[in-house]
Nanobody
Framework: QVHLVESGGGSVQAGGSLTISCAAS??????????LAWFRQVPGKEREGVAA???????NYADSVKGRFTISQDNAKDTLYLQMNSLKPEDTAKYYC?????????????????????WGKGTLVTISS
């Protein structure tokens, strides 16, 4: 079993910062999920991978957020984070936490192609211009 709950979404002015979190639980998560990621989705658009991290800490980012977003994890707390800086209006979306066994790798390109095994319900992030 894997249970993912996002939190920390809200409204931020363009250029501002926000950190969102994902609390994970379940035996399957703790023992088997080797790839954790953040996705985002806007109504009418496909869900896209934003950032990914392996259990060992290797990270990967979408080109649109490189240099602005940082994905991290606190393994002791089973919590995933996404620190977002220099936010832009186009970053507005519902952000989803996801977990996967990582059998096919843990990069944004791979995850966009093959998907994830488990998903949270999302947290909304709105950036005002």
């Amino acid at each position: 079993q894997v249970h993912l709950v996002e939190s920390g979404g809200g409204s931020v002015q363009a250029g501002g910062s926000l950190t969102i979190s994902c609390a994970a639980s379940g035996y399957t998560y703790r023992m088997s999920m080797n790839c954790l990621a953040w996705f985002r989705q806007v109504p009418g658009k496909e869900r896209e991978g934003v950032a990914a991290i392996t259990r060992d800490g290797t990270t990967n980012y979408a080109d649109s957020v490189k240099g602005r977003f940082t994905i991290s994890q606190d393994n002791a707390k089973d919590t995933l984070y996404l620190q977002m800086n220099s936010l832009k209006p186009e970053d507005t979306a519902k952000y989803y936490c996801a977990a996967d066994y990582g059998r096919r790798g843990c990069t944004v390109v791979v995850l966009n192609s093959y998907g994830m095994d488990y998903w949270g319900k999302g947290t909304l992030v709105t950036i005002s211009s």
